[in-house]
Nanobody, 114 residues
Framework: QVQLVQSGGGLVQTGGSLRLSCTAS????????MGWYRQRPGNERELVAT???????NYADSVKGRFTISRVSTRNTLFLQMNSLKPEDTAVYYC????????WGQGTQVTVSS
């Protein structure tokens, strides 16, 4: 069974940076799409960024220009570099893999203090 293990996150001040990592138990180049979602308090889970197997990326408007999704295929690891963080970025962040059934990481808390 494919597993996604997340690391990173934590507490940072407004304007700071954090990097999230997600390591898969399979070759990530075989996964059509991987990405990051987040769930802010009182809200539904929302898309943050995705990357296709071919390397195409997609970002939510709210994070464009601040967040960067990337990967190191030899390490089967997906990253989310988050810069210029804002209090509204506070959420639990989840790694996602478009498999059947879809796979999710365990979630990582990101808290941005004002």
């Amino acid at each position: 069974q494919v597993q996604l293990v997340q690391s990173g996150g934590g507490l940072v001040q407004t304007g700071g940076s954090l990097r999230l990592s997600c390591t898969a138990s399979v070759n990530i180049l075989t996964i059509s799409t991987m990405g990051w979602y987040r769930q802010r308090p009182g809200n539904e889970r929302e898309l943050v960024a995705t990357m296709s197997g071919g390397g195409s990326t997609n970002y939510a408007d709210s994070v464009k220009g601040r967040f960067t999704i990337s990967r190191v295929s030899t390490r089967n690891t997906l990253f989310l570099q988050m810069n210029s963080l804002k209090p509204e970025d506070t959420a639990v962040y989840y790694c996602y893999a478009a498999l059947f059934p879809p796979r999710w990481g365990q979630g990582t808390q990101v808290t941005v203090s004002s």
